[in-house]
């Protein structure tokens, strides 16, 4: 989950107050005692505003929002605490969820109970963004839940493993096991811290601290080889926890554990700038990376930094899809391998695409450089948007490039992925990246209609648009008095031009896509903004596959809407993420391109309606383009091999 608003400014030290450290570990509770928490070493340049000072217009980022709660709500914590329980002895209230959850098929994986852990983590981001007390409510009960199954079995550790702690003890001790246990623990802390900051729920923030302890008592008697090699094992943000857990408490022994949980076999390369990811396992190493920024904020350990800001550059700007998405199978691949991989159903695993804007974010609240921008609103868009399905509220696993497949969604009771997980959280916090400040800028980062208040500063901005449909957005100022401030707009890559009017009068003028336009004045009540861009259709191909092409209007990558071939109704709606690539895979019917790819997006023709174009295939009939976030329960395509032009 992205770093979120208050969260951000509580943990890097900039609330007031001390923080309560409960008892816990594999040892009896210690006494709770008062550490102020510290300074950050290397403080964030940008503040988020808190997600309740933020509200999100009508449109379709609101509506998956709204989607998302409801399913939020559908839920039950007695079913998602079911095994917890059953683990430290006492009886469970509900039967368990199936899926990852529960089901045989999926046992080895040790995934049980990160569906509670991010349910937590988007319950905390929810409670925020809607004010809604149903959310705390529900994290303080499953909080006070758990914390029943610590007092129960005379453990920090929770955990709803089909074994019980078992395999993490073996985990522990060096032997072989499968599964992911610490990548399903990271879920549950992240979960509690969130509810803790985000909700300041109490319960939670006691439940986590003596897992927290458990975590430093377990891990001590390790050798630092040892520790590395436990780290081969998927492990998620356990770095980034204990930085967080450092940042809250100010125990020394947090920030000791964040730096063992930074797998040096991935930091030590990326800090020379050296890119070993070909063949890694790529939802592995985003977590880790995201770690790795937030080590380097609690220790000021420029390495840490220098190793995640070189991912982002690979990844972002050359491992990447038109999409924003990354990876076939769930791995990097060589990128001179990229025709052999672009077509495949299991191409942008969505957890991926939700930890590199985690990664972004963090890492424009330090050098707010426009590329960050940029690659946020293409992957929110093509990625994270696109990832839900607007009726259900469910969302998919992957996201690949496979001509004439089709986006298959998890269902509500029986499949529970991590994407499951990652998509409950992506949904509720569409707020917490569309404007930034410092002591005297507000950045406006994304367009998208809402309103936006700093209090501090007695100001409230409007932002009234209907990108991406027009090509602009409008801000308008509701001030207690005339204040100075500069207010910072975004001109796009993906926009030749850009215009500023102020109260209706050419204000600015740019001509460098990938920057910035700094307007520095005393505002007044009722002031207006108006942003006019230029979105045109263009074309993204790899360097080593040149004949492969995705076609974009401005950051919206462009699909050809091929119908429903074959598909029944909720035929999109699936249990086994594995067997992506055989659901619904038959002959399909897909247009042929033919020509050159530049010629082919000037031949692009707008439709009848907003977002909607047309063009040519090589035999005359017109393929219908539409974004890809619109495309659901129906077939598509988004790369496309061109054939010759034809004389």
């Known amino acids: 989950m992205a770093i979120e608003t208050s969260r951000r400014a509580f943990l890097a030290g900039t609330c007031s107050g001390a923080v309560a450290i409960g008892g816990g570990g594999a040892a009896a509770a210690s006494a709770a005692e008062a550490v102020p928490a510290p300074a950050p070493a290397a403080p964030a340049r940008l503040q988020p505003f808190d997600m309740a000072d933020v ?63 991010h349910y937590l983590s988007a319950c905390a981001l929810a409670f925020p963004a809607t004010g809604k007390t149903d959310y705390r409510t529900r994290i303080d009960y499953i909080a006070a839940e758990l914390g029943a199954c610590q007092d129960a079995a005379k453990s920090g550790l929770v955990t709803a493993f089909p074994n019980g702690a078992a395999v993490v003890a073996a985990h522990l001790r060096g032997e072989k096991i499968t599964g992911v246990p610490w990548y399903t623990l990271h879920k549950v802390y992240a979960g509690l811290r969130d509810g803790a900051v985000l909700a300041d729920s109490a319960p939670a923030r006691t439940v986590l601290l003596r897992l927290a302890d458990w975590g430093v008592v377990a891990t001590k008697p390790l050798s630092d080889a040892a520790f590395e090699a436990m780290l081969e094992t998927e492990h998620g943000g356990m770095n980034e926890i204990y930085a967080d857990l450092f940042a809250m408490t100010g125990k020394p ?30 939802n592995t190493q985003v977590p880790k990376v995201v770690g790795f920024h937030r080590v380097y904020e609690t220790t000021g350990d420029a390495s840490y930094r220098d190793a995640a800001a070189f991912f982002w550059k690979t990844v972002a700007e050359t491992r990447s899809f038109a999409t924003g998405g990354h990876g076939d199978n769930e791995h990097f691949f060589a990128m001179a391998d990229f025709e052999k991989h672009v077509f495949s159903a299991k191409g942008s695993e969505t957890c991926c695409q939700h930890n590199m804007l985690k990664l972004t974010r963090s890492l424009f609240l330090h050098e707010p450089r426009p590329e960050y921008v940029d690659y946020y609103e293409r992957t929110l868009f093509n990625g994270i948007l696109a990832s839900q399905d607007p009726d259900s509220g469910m969302a998919t696993y992957f996201q690949g490039a496979r001509p004439g497949y089709m986006k298959l969604y998890h269902t509500p009771e029986h499949s529970f992925w991590c994407c499951t997980g990652t998509g409950m959280e992506n949904h509720v916090k ?89 307007l520095a004045r005393s505002w007044r009540n009722g002031d207006t903004v108006e942003l006019q861009l230029a979105m045109e259709v263009g ?109």
């Not at 957005?473 to 031009?497: A, Q």
């Open 430 to 518: 569409y707020r917490d990246s569309i404007y930034f400040h410092d002591n005297a800028t507000l950045y406006v980062n994304l367009f998208l209609p809402s309103t936006v208040r700093w209090r501090e500063k007695g100001v409230e901005l409007v932002q009234e648009t209907r990108f991406p449909e027009e090509p602009r957005t409008m801000l308008r100022w509701t001030l207690e008095k005339p204040v100075d401030l500069t207010l910072s707009l975004r001109h796009p890559r993906w926009s030749r031009t850009a215009l500023v009017r102020v109260n209706g009068k050419v204000a600015a003028r740019s001509a460098t896509p990938g920057s910035r336009i700094e």
């Open 539 to 647: 074309f993204e191909s790899a360097p080593a596959a040149p004949e492969v092409v995705a076609f974009t209007y401005g950051p919206l990558v462009l699909a050809g809407a091929l119908g429903r071939q074959g598909l029944a109704p909720g035929a999109d709606i699936v249990v086994n993420e594995r067997e992506y690539g055989r659901y619904n895979d038959m002959p399909v019917q897909v247009p042929e391109l033919a020509g050159d790819p530049a010629a082919l997006a000037a031949a692009i023709r707008p439709g009848a309606k907003p977002l909607e174009f047309t063009l040519a295939a090589a035999d005359g009939t017109p393929v219908r383009m539409i974004p890809y976030h619109r495309i659901a329960h129906e077939r598509y395509a988004t790369y496309w091999k061109l054939a010759p032009a034809r004389a």
């Open 253 to 282: 022994e947090y920030r000791t554990l964040s730096e063992r949980f930074s797998h040096k076999a991935l930091l030590a390369p990326l800090a020379r700038r050296q890119d070993h990811l070909d063949g890694l396992h790529a």
């Open 55 to 117: 509200t999100l217009g009508e449109g379709p980022f609101l509506h998956a929002q709204r989607a998302t709660e409801a399913y939020l709500l559908r839920l039950e914590p007695d079913r998602l605490l079911h095994q917890f329980r059953v683990n430290a002895g006492l009886s469970p209230k509900a039967p368990a969820y199936g899926g990852w959850e529960s089901d045989a098929l999926w046992a080895d994986i040790h995934c049980q109970g990160h569906t509670l852990g």
